[in-house]
């Protein structure tokens, strides 16, 4: 689908994505570079990040894919660091690298629960504060009165609850917190805007493939307002409003991009 915004929205700008090789995270380096921005994406395969910074180059998008995993900090370091070193600024940080599985609390370990909490949440606090120094304004590439901004992948599973998914409820309920409590402080600090998007069941994706695909297909159009399953698409495009000028006013929020669905309940 063409894109309601103008080519140049986001020219000039430097994006970093975690979980920037498939997925929403693909899907939103794809349309940032669309945009006009120079994209650095980072995961843990090796052959996924080859091919997504193939694709992204094929588009005519400068691009970068860094090997790496959010749970070591040594890593998002070393992936800050190459990216400024590669395109001499950073001025939006996606934070989209998830893990998710489907378990009962009953059968889930606490090192199940650990590990979803370490990549989405300590995962996404690790990449925020290691690109604090250049995110910040005046940092390196960066003017003394602008920072730049951080977008966090949330979900809506933990406005309500989820059957069996404790792990990642909890994972980014603490997410959301990160956004407002990030928005706070380095919005007074150092200009820097922090906000979140929150996305319902996404088609296409590997988090709506792990979440019974058939059900949400059939049974959710009896509730939905909107009677579909979401687009990659539609979540790019609110990361592109937010991340641009257009969202220059709006600090620690986290934007619900799901048809209306977790507000819903079966007609009866
Ligand atoms: C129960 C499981 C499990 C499963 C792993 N574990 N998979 N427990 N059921 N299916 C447990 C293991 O037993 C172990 O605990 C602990 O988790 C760590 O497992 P590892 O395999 O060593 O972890 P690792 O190789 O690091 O992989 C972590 C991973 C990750 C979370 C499983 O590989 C992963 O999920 N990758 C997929 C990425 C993904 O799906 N991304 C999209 C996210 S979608 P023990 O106790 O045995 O040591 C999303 C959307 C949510 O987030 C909202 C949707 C609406």
Same mark, same amino acid.
């Given at each position: 689908m063409k894109s309601p915004f103008k080519a140049d929205i986001l020219r000039g700008k430097v994006a970093l994505l975690t *979980?920037? &090789? %498939?997925g929403i995270g693909f899907e939103i380096a794809t349309q940032f570079g669309k945009h006009g921005a120079s994209v650095a994406i980072m995961g843990r395969r090796i052959d996924v990040l080859h091919s997504a910074v193939s694709t992204l180059q094929s588009f005519g998008i400068p691009a970068v894919g860094f090997e790496g995993d959010v749970r070591k900090k040594e890593d998002a370091k070393r992936v800050v660091d190459s990216t400024v070193k590669h395109f *001499? =600024?950073? +001025?939006i940080l996606v934070n989209a690298a998830a893990g998710n599985f489907l378990v009962s609390s009953e059968d889930l370990s606490p090192n199940g629960f650990r590990t979803v909490m370490d990549i989405d949440s300590v995962g996404t606090f690790t990449m925020c504060h290691e690109a604090l120094v250049y995110l910040k =304004? &005046? &940092?390196?590439?960066? %003017? %003394?009165s602008t920072g730049g901004t951080i977008l966090n992948i949330s979900a809506t599973l933990h406005y309500t609850a989820s059957w069996y998914q404790i792990h990642v409820s909890a994972a980014k309920a603490a997410v959301d917190a990160i956004t407002r409590n990030l928005a706070l402080e380095w919005g007074t600090d150092y200009d820097i805007r922090v906000n979140g998007i929150a996305p319902g069941p $996404?088609? +296409?994706t590997a988090g709506i493939s792990k979440l019974a695909p058939e059900e949400i297909n059939s049974k959710a159009r009896e509730y939905m307002p909107l009677y579909k399953l979401g687009e990659k698409w539609d979540i790019a495009m609110a990361a592109v409003y937010l991340a %641009? +000028?257009? *969202? =220059?006013? $709006?600090?620690g929020t986290t934007l619900v991009v799901d048809g209306g669905l977790w507000l819903s309940h079966p007609r009866h």
């Open positions: *979980g920037g &090789g %498939s *001499g =600024k950073i +001025d =304004k &005046g &940092g390196p590439g960066r %003017s %003394s $996404i088609g +296409d %641009s +000028d257009a *969202g =220059k006013y $709006i600090n």
